[in-house]
């Protein structure tokens, strides 16, 4: 049963450009967060996802948005990159029928912004 | 969300047990309490959530007290490939509530031979 898959794994863009990363939930999940992880920080929630529809939401501009798909698989777009969106962007999935609330972490994607 | 208070960093040997006290003076009824593990460029991992009194896995366990302003991450026996970051977090963690997870800047635990 595979886990959280995020795709890419790397990448590097310039400012001012676009980006879509990708996310693939657990098996069973239907419901996908966002989070943003600068160097040495926690992890901060851009958003959630559930039903298709965005539940949720941290402190992001609007620059930042999202998607999920009826396979509850889900998309964040960044517009307009700016050099502080250099981060790791991690992707996690749950479910609301699961008693104990474990949100289930990918791999994450490293944006390098330039 | 309540918020957390945990030590920056703490430093242990291999074989020894550790304990990690995370602060929650402003719990709320329905918060929850959770411990996440992360390696360097990977996401966090779930390790171990409670409500009251002691809860026990075969990785951890997590001491509360009767006021649950603070809880306490114990890692038995730990090794080198205990060497990561731990996050306490609490919130309405249940199945139903679907909250997001605040982080705040963890512990970087750090095991020596």
């Known amino acids: 049963d595979a886990g959280v898959t995020q795709s890419p794994t790397h990448l590097i863009k310039t400012r001012g450009q676009q980006v879509t990363l990708r996310c693939s939930p657990k098996?069973?999940?239907?419901?996908v967060s966002w989070y943003q992880q600068a160097l040495g920080q926690g992890p901060q929630f851009i958003f959630q996802?559930?039903?298709?529809?965005?539940?949720q939401r941290g402190n992001f501009p609007d620059r930042f948005s999202g998607h999920q798909f009826p396979n509850y698989s889900s998309e964040l777009n960044v517009n307009a990159l700016l050099l502080g969106d250099s981060a790791l962007y991690l992707c996690?999935?749950?479910?609301?029928?699961?008693?104990?609330?474990?949100?289930?972490f990918g791999p994450g994607t490293r944006l390098t912004v330039t | 969300l309540a918020k957390t208070t945990q030590p920056i960093s703490m430093d242990s040997y291999e074989g020894q047990e550790v304990n990690i006290t995370c602060s929650h003076n402003?719990?709320?009824?329905?918060?929850?309490i959770t411990w996440y593990q992360q390696f360097p460029s990977q996401g966090p991992r779930f390790i171990i959530q409670?409500?009251?009194t002691k809860v026990t896995n075969e990785v951890a366990s997590l001491f509360i007290p009767a006021d649950r302003k603070s809880s306490t991450l114990s890692l038995p026996r730990v090794s080198l490939s205990d060497t990561a970051v731990y996050y306490c977090?609490?919130?309405?963690?249940?199945?139903?509530?679907?909250?997001?997870?605040?982080f705040g800047k963890g512990t970087k635990l750090s095991v020596k031979p």
């Open positions: 402003n719990i709320a009824t329905n918060d929850y």
């Open positions: 409670g409500y009251k």
């Open positions: 098996s069973g999940h239907d419901t």
């Open positions: 996690a999935s749950s479910s609301r029928l699961e008693g104990v609330y474990e949100q289930y």
């Open positions: 996802y559930y039903e298709e529809e965005e539940r």
């Open positions: 977090l609490v919130g309405e963690f249940y199945g139903g509530s679907q909250g997001n997870l605040i």
